[in-house]
């Protein structure tokens, strides 16, 4: 059983970055980890996902060239850099572990809780 919590969501005007971290109370380095967004009235989508130990990422075309996945499966965390924010990307982002490389909502095995971000234009 793995646990995730999300942290580093918030306010952030357009063009303007956010970290957003993924800590997890299990061993992360046994599962693909993931980041996945919804916004209010629409699908959980993929963001990104990153391999066992970080040697593969996957990105939607989206944020390709604007957020960066990493782990640091030392202390069992994965992180989602975001730059160059948009007003589109404003939506709740959730972390996810045990999951296909590019993998779809209902193919993960465990969820966060959630963090709300919110780009102003």
């Known amino acids: 059983q793995v646990h995730l919590a999300e942290s580093g969501g918030g306010l952030v005007q357009a063009g303007g970055s956010l970290r957003l971290s993924c800590a997890a109370s299990g061993r992360t380095s046994n599962y693909v980890m993931g980041w996945f967004r919804q916004a209010p009235g629409k699908e959980r989508d993929f963001v990104a996902t990153?391999?066992?130990?970080?040697?593969?990422?996957d990105y939607a075309e989206s944020v390709k060239g604007r957020f960066t996945i990493s782990r640091d499966n030392a202390k069992n965390t994965a992180y989602l850099q975001m730059n160059s924010l948009k007003p589109e990307d404003t939506a709740v982002y959730y972390c996810?572990?045990?999951?296909?490389?590019?993998?779809?909502?209902?193919?993960?095995?465990?969820w966060g809780q959630g963090t709300q971000v919110t780009v102003s234009s």
């Open positions: 996810a572990a045990d999951l296909p490389p590019r993998g779809q909502a209902a193919q993960v095995g465990y």
């Open positions: 990153i391999s066992r130990f970080g040697l593969s990422t």
